[in-house]
């Protein structure tokens, strides 16, 4: 019996058609690139025009509000709605931010600390940005992944700090020599780049910092995450 | 796993017999009473003892006996028989067919012939009679209505568009609920390669489109998990297994070889044609304006109004027509009815078949030709398709298909509207032509720039595609090549003990094109032209080892073990064209821009997937005294779509089924109750998710932004949104059914219950994330989903007498789908439609309910109406439908007189809920008769105002009819546009008459059948407005698992005529 068994499954894997067939494992996607096949060129190039269309995005809202552009309704009640603000927010996060996360650590290691200053200029002005219209947003416990699905809200306060921080910080390395060069979309030239704060030049200003208060919001409808 | 194997090779092996030593050798032949051929595979064995044979190809048979010993002659649907040997060495039987207990004999898993008495599960049976000559090519269509559990639904009528089969409810959320099909014991892929979303345009068919419902035999459809579980994960949702002509072994052997030519001729009409008034005209509160909308004065009001295309706002658009500035244009209804047209279908089917005992083989070619009513819509397809099976000399039996499919289906694009054009990326033929201004020549205004070729229509910007420049510029087109088909080799050991090896393949080469000219006002103004190839091919291999013996007089095993390989392979190539510089020439070298994505879906378009299953099970059934039937499967799948560890699943199915005729003398025999059987099974089965799901990728786009002055663009590269899940698990489902079979009355009545309740646990969901975590979404294992449902098929003979026969048939079913649970920071999740307008997967709800706006309460639940006196319309959304139906049913009647045979076929449905913007539209537009009343009066909406903080006030503020109609029912808060779908049809209806024998025995003929029939002949869904027509058999998101949904993208068709089937 056992001979004959046997011989069935030798005569089954002659005829078998496909020995691709056997293979359980998982293979990565040959339709995508694998997150460690980046270049930190075109991870910045995609945070400088993600940038863009969150500026886009979040000052349609200011301009109807400030009537600048048409509001349309036709009523207040039926202005705005929970999901006004989701693509935005999900620019702001998932990919400008997403974005910085993974190309900072990997432009340190190279040297090229024009690629950090970038990315740390505009990771700034994306908080600010987020501060001035939703107060208390997420950012320690920001772009963690799997280890936190549910980030808490810091205060506005110290988001403005932090990204006082950031700046500083970008400040320092716009000075060091750099071992690469980037493709700048918003002013093209190094010179152009502020080397010392000036205190009128920063969108921030201490002022800021020390007023905040979380009382300047109006109650914003629940998002829907 | 080694282990479970060798269980299994033991318990096959523990029913080898000994042989004993006995007296003489007996031997004879059995033969089939009526016809006189030998029957092979009769279970010839000696009362009392473990001794036993199966006969052979010729019906012959040899066997020891002791003399005084009993034999007994077993066959699947004959007539038990019992001889005693006597001094004779050879004892023949002719044995008759088993009328008294009709055994029924079903096709089960891997191919497997069981008698229905034995199963311990439901199995629905639609023969050749029911699908063959039809009006329909589609034979998932042909299946509305003809099984309980199982749901039909077409995305709309057009000719070749997809069709969503449900069977026994939705289990997953975002996984597949489509069954699986299997074609002579093959997989086939029966799934629709949508590439962009429903908003931007869909039309793509649903590939078991491929199947010619003139070369099917029979369709089992196995509707529970217990049924399913041979076949894996994919057999979850349901197998309709399929026996084609060609795969089946040719039963009736009475004539050598016959030849059948069945010609049909079928007319193709729009049955959802909306009412139009003929009174109002064009406008807005009543005054005239080329609009959109119908809220003009009335015809008797005014006669003339200026030329709609003599004051173009573009000056070029206006210089291409001067004749008609300044012209005069007469005010009154047109008949843009004359849009749609009637088609004409054509099938001509050729089928031979023939064979001898040892031998048999079938062929088929089948001409389909189907115009659908939408102009320039068509659908052609030849089939072509051969089959065999040889009884070889030395105990092996040969059997092989193969089938070609050739189908061309090109239609006008489609895509979803929301009554005011399309809001998407692609055009629409339905988008904009059902609310046609009753006074606006469709049929005798130009449609094209004579200069530009470019679309031009009544609305001075020139914003609306005009439908007819749509029809001659656009359309969605695949051309199908497509092969399947398998071969297998059966050995017979022993009589008992046989191998069977079969390979199948089915492979497929699509080719889509999207094509628009230039000049359009949808979509891309510039043209665009997307061309793709899929290619698709499964290549599946089995080997099974069956045996099948009794093991003494009380006990029979019937026992199988068997190993499954499948591999699936999907590779897609494509290039998309826009900015078209040649008018009218849709091919990529006449286009400027190149690019490999889809525009509309941002998708790419040439796409790779690989996937792997190995499956190991096996089945043991033991039946006790012919009464009792025990019968236990298992199976192990292996898949290459999750990582190590979580790749692997088990699962086991165990039945009873009891046959009381036969346990309890007291109902032996009786002429009351000729059979009754009680049935109880448990089935469990897995989900495996598609391949590339665990592991996080990045994105790359070569060609995001040209900074201004450079020539060449720059690349981004994005961290994907979407997080990957390593520990990703199957979804597992467990279902419970019981069920009782039962026949009266001489068998002229027959019926059949059953319950089920199935449940999904670790359900695949696509969840959102919050953006600050880095990413937009995961794939978890969280949440369970149960559907619980009653089946109930009967089939009365009522009158037979003298000839005159008359029988009532059909079915009726409900089921009632809940959420179980989700994981707990999920309020509900929306896995089809819109965000704010889609089907929902919320805890405690029906999976698939409907969340949009809503007009607020006040406290005591009263509408709240704004200061304009129109209601609020909220901009939060909560459940305003159910799409799940209260329960369906189909009711079927024929009557028959000497050749002549009259049948109808009714499907009811009560309940459940359609949200239709063609309904909302028509309405809010003022086309239909439904607003047809005198529109100078004013209304008042029934309601309360808030006057100040929390206090509410009776409504008083009168209000337009423009405003009733088109604010509030028609473009106001989602509620409006929610119907109740209860609706009766007459699904069809057909005379047929054959031509007596007597007149047909000097002719070459065999026989000669002539068929009148209608599809779709007439339906009311009741709850709708009356003049708005809408057919609630229509799917507007597509194949997959949305409903309740339709978005101007689904009107339905009426089909009659008539066939002549002559056999040789």
Known sequence: ?225 | MKQKLLLVLFLVLATVATAFAQTRTVKGRVTDAETGEGVPGVSVFVKGTTTGTVTDINGNYEISVSEGAILVFQAVGMRTTEQVVGAQGTIDLAMAKDTTELGEVVVTAVGIEREKKALGYAVSTVASEQIEQKTEGDIGRLLRGKASGVNVTQANGVSGSGTNIIIRGYTSINGSNQPLFVVDGVPFDGGANQQSSFVDGQTESSRFLDLDPNNIESVNVLKGLNATVLYGDRGRNGVILITTKSGSKNKDLKKKTEISVTQSLFANEIASLPDFQDNYGSGFYNSYGPFFSNWGPSFSELQVVPHPYGNFSNPLTQSAFPQFVGADYAYRAYDNEEFFETGIISTTTIGIRGGSEKASFSASYTYYDDKGFTPNNQLKRNTLSFGGNANLSNNFVLAATINYTNTDYTTPPIAASLGSGTTGDGASIFGDVFYTPRNIDLMGLPFQNPLTGGSVYYRSGNDIQNPRWTVENARSAQKVDRVFGQMSLTYNFKDWLSVLYRAGIDVYAEDNEYFQNRGGVDGNINGILRTTTAVNRIINTDLIITANKNLNDDFGLNALVGFNTRRDVFTRQGIESTQQEVFGVARHFAFKNQSAFNSFSDGQLQLLFEENRLGLYGQVSVDYKDFLFLNLTGRNDWSNTLETGNNSLFYTGVSLAADLTTAISALKGSDIINFLKLRVGYGSSANFPGPYNTRNTLGISTRAFLPTGQAVPISTNAVANQLGNPDLKPERLDEIEVGIETRWWKNRISAELSLYSKTTNDLLLDRDLDPSTGFTGITQNAGKVRVQGLEFDYNALLLDKSGFQWRVFGNFQLLRSEVLELPDDSDGIVYAGFTNLGNFAIEGQPLGVIQGSFVPRDPQGRRIVNSDGNYLASTVIDIIADPYADWTSTISTSLSWKGITFSMEWQYQQGGDLVSYTASTLLGRGITSDTDFDRRQTFVLPGVQEVADGVFEENRVQIAATDLYFTTYGFGADEFKVFDATHLRLNEVSLSYSLPSKILSKTPFGSVQLTLSGYNMWYEAFNFPDGTNVDPNVNGLGVGNGQGFEFLNGPSSRRYGGSIKITF
């Open chain 1, 1 to 225: 019996m056992k001979s004959i068994f046997n011989k069935l499954f030798a005569l089954f894997l002659v005829f078998a058609t496909s020995c691709e067939v056997l293979d359980t494992d998982v293979q990565d996607t040959p339709n995508a690139l694998r997150p460690d096949q980046f270049d930190v060129n075109l991870l910045l190039n995609n945070v400088q025009l993600s940038t863009v269309t969150f500026f886009q995005g979040m000052t349609d809202e200011g301009m109807e509000v400030t009537r600048m552009i048409h509001m349309f309704g036709p009523l207040y009640q039926n202005a705005y709605f929970p999901e006004n603000f989701d693509a935005n927010w999900s620019t702001a996060y998932a990919t400008v931010l997403a974005d910085i996360r993974t190309l900072i650590p990997q432009a340190e290691d190279l040297g090229a600390w024009r690629h950090t200053a970038v990315a740390r200029i505009l990771e700034s002005y994306v908080l600010v940005g987020l501060v001035d219209y939703f107060g208390d947003v997420p950012y320690t416990e920001a772009i963690q992944g799997s280890d936190n699905f549910n980030p808490r809200a810091d205060s506005g306060a110290d988001v403005y700090n932090a990204a006082l921080g950031l700046l500083n910080q970008a400040l320092a390395e716009l000075d060091r020599s750099t071992s690469l060069t980037s493709t700048d979309l918003f002013l093209g030239e190094r010179a152009y780049w502020p080397t010392r704060p000036n205190g009128a030049a920063w969108p921030i200003a201490s002022s800021c910092v020390s007023s905040y208060s979380a009382a300047w919001w109006m109650p914003m409808p629940e998002t829907a995450w």
